[in-house]
């Protein structure tokens, strides 16, 4: 999990790319991030913003990298970012399919300047298919997978909008995913250089596994209908006395037996999976009335230790200082505080010295010096905004 040596330009902006190359970078990756001249990132402006005026989505995925800016529309531009690509291992990118290969910074182009470059296109359909050049945003991918009309609290009722947005954050994994087996296929000689497409919709559609089959046969699965969203009792939501929420999920007949022993209810114990949609429903209502006699709070130090499936819902707010997570190293406190690296390995990771947030450019003549590009020459493409 030590990518030191590693040497990335990442050609992405706002959310999805940017979180890809976050987990690169968390791994010690050297991050370089090609910024338009005088544009940039949207998202360091994008509101809400952090007490230094940076948006919180961009400080949240940008944290170590380096930012150099480069106009990729401009010849000169395009001859500095062919000079990167000789030293660089990765290129990301995340621009509507067919937009790298309008500016020249496309796999084909870029393989002709190093053979051997692992390079990713991230995009919301992919390169291919009759999507291929439709704009849009995670909702979109989330409903053309399915996801969205899952995500509903009755049957019947609207489609909601998932609390995450799960196609940016998905298709950001496993672009890092992606990117790190084609490093590794490299380093053991499997093949050489890559060309990775990852599509946010495909992403999503992965995680569909638990309908996918009842799909497959023919079948169209409905939200609350069923096990993994709502059609038990033993596995939902319940509110509790001061209008918060308990989460259940006792799947196995051990941990059903052992809810409803510590609830009192132990009539419940063999009506457990019930295929009768009544007594299912008469469950549920014992359960909802019994949740509701005591606050979220109490109910926590009452199951909390035993051998239960059970579990408070959190907010986010109330998530990032929960004992758990905090335990668990992923919240950063340092600068910025952010959602850091998701795995823990041993030994630990041996992190780079931080850089915190990059300006806008503030790497450019750095990043520019190293590949062999000197002094006047600089100056002269500054001074004609190519950089």
Known sequence: MDLTGVRVLDLTR??????????????????VKVEEPGVGDYAR????KTQEGVGTIFAAVNEGKRSVTLDLEDDDGRELFAELVED????????????????????ESVREQNPEIVYCSLSGYGQGGPYRDRVGHDLNY??????????????????AIPGY????????????????????????????????????????????QPVASAAFAGNDPRPRETELTGKLPCYDLYRTADDRYVSIAALEPKFWRNLCTA????????????????????????????????????????????????????????AIDDPQIRSRGIVGDDGTPRVGFPAKATPERRRGPDTGLP?????????????????????????????
């Open 14 to 31: 706002l959310l999805p790319g940017p979180y890809a190359t976050q987990l690169l970078a968390d791994m010690n990756a050297d991050v």
């Open 45 to 48: 402006s994008m509101a809400p």
């Open 88 to 107: 660089a291992d990765v290129v990301i990118e995340q621009f509507r399919p067919g937009v790298a290969e309008k500016l020249g910074v496309d796999y």
């Open 142 to 159: 989330a409903s053309v997978a399915g996801l969205v009309d899952m995500t509903r609290e009755r049957t019947d009722g609207k489609p």
């Open 165 to 208: 947005p799960i196609g940016d954050m998905a298709g950001g994994l496993f672009a890092a995913f992606s990117i790190v087996s084609a490093l590794l296929s490299r380093s053991l000689g499997n093949r050489s250089g890559s060309f990775v497409d990852v599509s946010m919709t495909d992403a999503i559609l992965s995680f569909a």
């Open 263 to 318: 609830l009192d209810h132990p009539e419940l114990i063999e009506k457990h999976h019930a295929e009768d949609d009544a007594v299912r429903e008469a469950v549920r209502e014992t359960l909802a009335t019994t949740f509701r006699s005591k606050t979220q709070a109490e109910w926590e130090a009452e199951l909390g230790e035993q051998d239960v499936m059970f579990a408070p819902v959190r907010t986010p707010n109330e």
């Open 359 to 387: 300006e806008m450019g503030e790497h450019t003549r750095e990043v520019l010096e190293s590949v062999g590009v000197d002094a006047a020459t600089i100056e002269a493409l500054r001074e004609r905004d190519v950089i």
